[in-house]
């Protein structure tokens, strides 16, 4: 059986961080305002494999409260999530992405993220999506406040013959 799952995610934009998309430093003036690194790509694509599974959120596996995920990589996040879907008989088929800001621009760094999410994943290049979007000046991704992603992906139940 195939499920699907959709995650979402905005971190505010601020002096002093750093932004970190996908696993990947993208060298920027200001980064993303969070209690983990902030990746709201890794966040988004660990609520889409969470949410393939019905396993709830990223934010009630690993609460904010927590000191362990203080500043975490929240590719180890994600890393947690496809373990617990694989301790329950899924495998990923394919994720797809979308961040959302005007500023920087992330073209440059694109190929590294879908290297980054693959290998966590243990999945093939072309299994892992990833693409940038500029909202046009308009909101908070337009006007420097934050940044956003959006997520897809398709599970399938291993050993389940259809
Ligand atoms: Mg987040």
């Known amino acids: 059986m195939m499920r699907v799952g959709h995650g979402f995610d ?4 601020v002096a002093g961080r750093r932004l970190v998309l996908g696993g990947v430093e993208v060298p920027f003036e200001r980064g ?4 983990s ?9 660990s609520d889409a494999l969470l949410g ?9 596996h690993f609460p904010d409260s927590d000191p362990r995920w203080k500043d975490a990589d929240s590719m180890r996040l994600l890393a947690e999530c496809i373990a617990m879907l694989r301790e329950r008989g899924y495998h990923v088929l394919n994720v797809d992405a979308t961040i959302v800001v005007d500023r ?4 440059p760094y694109i190929a590294r ?6 290998t966590v994943l243990e999945l093939d290049l072309d299994a892992v999506s990833v693409k940038a979007k500029t909202s046009e000046g308009m909101g908070y991704t337009g006007d420097g406040t934050g940044v956003a992603a959006y997520a897809v992906c398709a599970i399938e139940s291993m050993g389940e013959e259809r």
Request: hydrophobic residues 55%; glycine residues 12%.
């Open 113 to 118: 993220m879908r290297e980054r999410i693959a």
């Open 10 to 13: 905005a971190h505010r934009l």
């Open 104 to 107: 920087p621009k992330l073209a």
């Open 37 to 45: 690194d902030a990746d709201v790509l890794a966040h988004a694509l």
């Open 52 to 60: 393939a599974a019905a396993l709830g959120d990223l934010g009630g």
């Open 32 to 35: 993303a305002l969070g209690h």
